[in-house]
């Protein structure tokens, strides 16, 4: 069959393909890439198949004007896969094609993944969203907040909970979004860490990161605004002294294993290495966005830098996953928190994990039409983006440009991957929007 092309245009042969199949490497796929989910006529989960099918030449566009380095995209509907296509190269220099086992820099993806730990902890009665972090680090039991003078601070009215810590209201910020007058300390505070903003130069633990952060005045009274700070940070720091175990051995007890996400951590696991591609970032060159490599599959510091600056909940952390394995917990999320017979939390946990939390803030990362849940952002149905979304459905997306949602009212569970960060600045650049609009147009 004529590929769907990871090392240069087809579009022209992808149109002509029948739709529905499962596409990687330019051969079909005689499985899908989500273990347990399998594949289905897309009419017979409620799609138009050749709506469907005008994914992979829509996205094989951004890749042929150099906007991305790969794209990889995911639709299941009712626990059955209706659509997978890898289109692309692990990096554009070389060869090797990107397919259902490359592994991507999830960043700010794993902020689901933090809020079900902090549910899982709910249920067993070990913690509440409401508990305030001070309860556990007591670094923030006393809390002060900027004012316009950077020589006076303000007692915080109240602490910040665990609450404020999934919704990003808790007021800590980074030397880039806090004010002016501030921002000298808080470079200081984050240089003598070793936070190059990378990798782990430092050496510093997440506990030690986050209780450093403390001596740092808030930027706003918590839960008053809305600020994508550190907060998961704090989670992950809070998880690991409520559990006496390291982030990454929780959430590998508690979520991974349980799911079968065996290629999912904070690290690259030995053996997986070829699967990690490079990373880019847009750049102006000559006038124009071209993309420019910040990191090598090989020289990731997820590959080969010391275990202790990624494993945090989602704050310039994160893990690395398959599409396949992130799936798998989308999925569990939509299945009321089971999968296979794996139950990670409650029917109604979910429901609280996916509700907004968030009513009256603005969110500006999302604009109108959003609100934030504990770990996702919740649709609204308040204006916003055409995506066509249901009111309710949920998801995040990472730094490295990479998205999900969930659906409940439609079952649907969809991801779009790729390695570009802040994905957002390439002008034009809206695969991810585009992808959400044409799972929504295929529908019947």
């Not at 202790?308 to 798998?328: C, E, K, L, M, W």
Request: proline residues 6%.
């Amino acid at each position: 069959m004529t590929p769907c092309a990871s090392t240069g245009s087809a579009t022209e042969a992808v149109t002509a393909a029948p739709a529905g199949v499962l596409y990687s490497r330019g051969l079909e796929l005689k499985e899908t890439p989500v273990p347990g989910l399998p594949a289905a006529d897309p009419a017979e989960l409620g799609f138009d198949a050749d709506r469907l099918a005008r994914i992979g030449p829509a996205m094989q566009r951004y890749i042929d004007d150099g906007k991305v380095p790969n794209l990889l995209t995911l639709v299941a509907r009712h626990g059955k896969v209706a659509w997978f296509d890898a289109r692309g190269r692990l990096d554009v220099d070389e060869h090797t094609p990107a397919d259902e086992n490359t592994l991507f820099r999830m960043y700010s993806n794993t902020k689901p993944i933090a809020g079900t730990a902090i549910m899982v902890l709910f249920e067993e009665g070990k913690l509440t969203p409401d508990d305030s972090i001070g309860r556990y680090l007591p670094a923030y039991k006393k809390l002060r907040v900027q004012t316009a003078d950077p020589a006076v601070t303000e007692k915080a009215h109240r602490g910040i909970t665990i609450r404020d810590c999934l919704t990003n209201t808790t007021g800590l910020a980074t030397p880039a979004s806090a004010p002016l007058a501030w921002r000298q300390q808080y470079s200081d505070v984050f240089e003598t860490l070793g936070w190059t903003g990378r990798g782990d130069t430092g050496g510093a633990t997440v506990r030690q990161r986050v209780d450093a952060y403390a001596k740092l005045p808030l930027s706003h009274q918590p839960g008053t605004y809305f600020g994508y700070h550190m907060g998961y940070m704090a989670v992950g720091a809070v998880i690991e002294e409520v559990t006496g175990q390291s982030l990454e051995s929780f959430f590998r007890e508690r979520i991974f294993d349980p799911l079968k996400m065996d290629a999912t951590g904070f690290y690259v696991r030995d053996g997986q290495e070829a699967n990690l591609g490079s990373c880019y970032a847009p750049r102006e060159i000559d006038g124009e966005m071209r993309l420019n490599r910040v990191e090598t599959g090989p020289d990731s510091e997820k590959v080969k830098g010391p275990k202790n600056f990624f494993a945090a909940g989602g704050d310039r952390g994160g893990v690395v996953s398959t599409i396949g394995d992130y799936t798998r917990f989308g999925q569990m999320l939509l299945n009321g928190g089971e999968l296979d017979g794996a139950r990670i939390i409650g029917r109604k946990a979910v429901e609280y994990m996916t509700s907004n939390h968030t009513p009256g803030l603005d969110i500006p990362m999302t604009g109108p039409g959003f609100g934030w849940g504990l770990g996702v952002s919740v649709h609204t149905g308040d204006g916003g983006f055409p995506l066509l979304r249901s009111v309710g459905s949920y998801g995040w997306g990472g730094a490295a440009g990479t998205t999900y949602f969930g659906d409940p009212k439609e079952g649907i569970v969809a991801a779009c991957f790729t390695q570009l960060l802040m994905a957002g600045a390439m002008p034009y650049n809206d695969y991810q929007g585009e992808f959400q609009r044409l799972v929504y147009h295929a529908l019947n």
